[in-house]
């Protein structure tokens, strides 16, 4: 019977358990998103978890994509040797390495970017607490130096020795305004029907996996917005069937428009797996649970009955990383 420790392999890649760690913002890099000692020994840490797999945090694709001051960025060849040595620190420990790549759309700051913003319409994203800029509508250069620049990360990802690549399309940053109908009111092929609507996320899979048909390509979507008008389940699944088709091989399902946290309707452990059973049930390939996980028990009865192939562990991780060991070998 599956367990917590059961291995799974996706492409060339043995996963030793069913334990992930998610990315995780942990702002060590530099200035202008380099790779640090610091950021060295807060994955180090992480990896001694002895998760299947670390996720490193959202790293933006380019700087008209970043959203916080000491954010990673996967923008430049020059950031290749940090990320390198990073991955390989990561690898050394007997753990998968992966890098989650974002660009933020109209969830920053034009400070931030040192320009505009740049988003499907020019809409302000909603944030709880905080009345974003409007941005401006993208252009279809923009929709093409979108594309190229994710591509271009993707590249870096691998120079840089990652075994997985993870497209950050929820939590409100940039895909995730071009999924979801409160922020993208486009009437052309980029905008109106979930499939236009979730078109650039298409194309920019479709290339990647031609250029790199071994890479492990995940896709963090929003198992729904869980904000009124916006994305739902339903939506998630049909666009997780079409990025398996595509050759994505693993769908991470978060939430969307209203961030990472708890939803004010969600209870207890688990508290997003709902949403990422229904998406398990719907396609053939894995799929990584979320929200406030911690128990070896929930983990177990969770894979037997099929809600995820994989739970992600994050805050009681990054507080404990041993805890991660301890639920591996108990
Ligand atoms: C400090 C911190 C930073 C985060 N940064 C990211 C991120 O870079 N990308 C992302 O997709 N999710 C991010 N998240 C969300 C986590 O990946 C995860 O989904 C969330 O913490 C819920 O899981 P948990 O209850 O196990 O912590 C972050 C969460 C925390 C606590």
Sequence with gaps: MININSELQIKNSVFKNRV?????????????GYVTNETLNHYHRLATSDASLVLVEYSYVSLDGKSEPKQLGIDSYEKVMGLRQLS?????????????????????TSELTGGKLIAPSPISTPVKGQELEIPLQATLADIE??????????KIAVHANFDVIEIHAAHGYGINQWLSPI???????????????????????????????K??????IPGQ????????????????????????????????????????????????VEDARRIQKHINAPVIGVGGIKTKKYIEENLQNKSFSFAAIGRAILENPIMGKQLLTR
Excluded: C
């Excluded at 994305?231 to 991470?252: E, H």
């Design 20 to 32: 992930i760690v998610p990315p995780m913002a942990s702002q060590t890099a530099d200035e202008l």
């Design 88 to 108: 390989n620190m990561i690898k050394q420990t007997r753990v998968l390495a992966g890098i989650q790549l974002v660009h933020a759309g109209a969830k920053s």
């Design 145 to 154: 130096k979108l594309k190229k620049d994710f591509i271009r990360a993707a």
């Design 183 to 213: 922020t993208n009111q486009r009437t052309d092929q980029y905008g109106g029907t979930l499939y236009n609507r979730a078109r650039i996320l298409f194309e920019i899979v479709s290339e990647i996996r031609a250029l790199f048909p």
């Design 215 to 220: 890479l492990i390509i995940s896709v963090r």
């Design 225 to 272: 917005d869980h904000f009124e008008n916006g994305t739902t389940t339903t939506d998630s699944i049909l666009i997780s069937k079409k990025l398996v088709y595509l050759g994505v091989d693993i769908i991470n399902v978060s939430s969307g428009i209203g961030g990472w946290r708890r939803p004010r309707d969600r209870r207890g452990e688990g508290y997003l």
